[in-house]
């Protein structure tokens, strides 16, 4: 057998040994990134994926591979497919030379190559185990079961030294650890080694013949909790009962922005010091897309300091703010920042006193969620593929640097919900400062029509600052607004 680097040639390996992965896998398999996160439904392959992305390797000499697991028992899953392959399907037991072991018992599943390259199992209930070696390569099975001390204290480590690549099947497991891993995904140009994917169950076609719509997923789906069901099989980080913007997927609305200053740039604020204040700077774009790229959140701090804060920040080229919106139970604060920072507008329309404005605001962001379709600048309907399937995409954008924002974008919910009380309420248990000042910015666009300067449309009495300085006086805090009738 000739051995050497030119042998790593995936394409001709698989078809040695009749692998033939369908269009998804392929996704995976032709990815160059080192770190790469593979969030897959059952039954979608993810075993197979993974351990046969790897035997090539296996063939290049003095190489050290891992197959770790939570415990053994789940890290012999690859490792079946790779002995499957190379061991029997491929005859290399049938040669001496090669050293190998396969107990799931004890734990023991190695093989080793004569040309000196080695692949092992190793599990987290032993961490004494994960110590002390260089790694080529590592496939953190079942990751989302793993811990991140697994990950960053032993296997991250043992990387290092070779610069080795990392990869991670898994069905996720709500906002844990991993989640955060692959969020790095999000921010390619801060972080260009990483790589992810949402692989639902029904991408399987080999399995699932008619997609979305097969029988077998819809009878899963009919008979189990929807929660269930879209974590194991629509392979969906977070789906509990009483998610407010369960429209929110971290694969569709989480996307990088860069700053345009052909656009209008707005900032929405909800006051707060025990409760973070919070600034969300967001764009919307010529057909009203909405893309929030900024976000300031900071309690138990001062409004003056709030905004010698926001003043100071470093700006992208042709930076511009054109207007705020913010709480109109906090009059007081509008004023402020409509004298000192941008003009500001509070209306009471834009939140109200019950239920029912709530109720559509909250409406008004799930509309912006939900994926509608896209058209060229001169009115063309997008396509996707040659049967004129339509390109959908939201109307609403979160950078991933907006790290507080994804966070209650995920995890606004109505739990332990009781009659007596109103979800919005109900809904006041879990973070939610960004959540509220996204809705009273919608709000005030969207709904009341309120995108013009406030300075355009307002007089200020009684106030004294430093023009370009936002310096304060004590005089300010009597100050009032006088609207412009014509307006």
Known sequence: MSVGPMVVDKDKYFELIKYTPHPKQWLYHRSPKRFRVACCGRRFGKSTMAARDLEPELLVPNRRYWIVGPTYDLAEKEFRVVWM???VGLKMGRDKRVRKAYNKRSGEMYIEFP???RLECRSAKHPETLVGEK???AIMSEAAKHSRETWEQYVRAALSDERGWATFP???EGFNWLYDLWMLSMQPSKFPDYEAWRFPSWENRVIFKG???DSEILQVEGTTAVEWFLQEYGAEFGSFMGKIYSEFDPFLHIKEHKFNPDWPNYVAFDFGFANPFVALEFQVDPWDRVYVWREYVKPYTTLEQHIYNL?????PEGYHLDCGFGDAADPG???TLSTHYVGTWALPEAKGPGEAIW???VNLVKKFLQPRDVYTPDGGLVVVDEYGTPKQEPWLFVDPKCTQTIKEFNNYRIADHKPEVSPREAAKNFEHDCMDALRYALMHIFELGCTAHLSDVYSVSDFTTDAGTGDFHPEADSGYFTMNQEF
Do not use: C, E
């Open 170 to 172: 898994t069905t996720p």
């Open 211 to 213: 997609g979305r719509q």
């Open 85 to 87: 392959d190379m061991i």
């Open 311 to 315: 003043k100071n920040r470093q700006n």
């Open 115 to 117: 040309w000196h390259t």
């Open 359 to 361: 109720r559509q605001g």
């Open 135 to 137: 790694l080529h390569g």
């Open 333 to 335: 604060s509008a004023v």
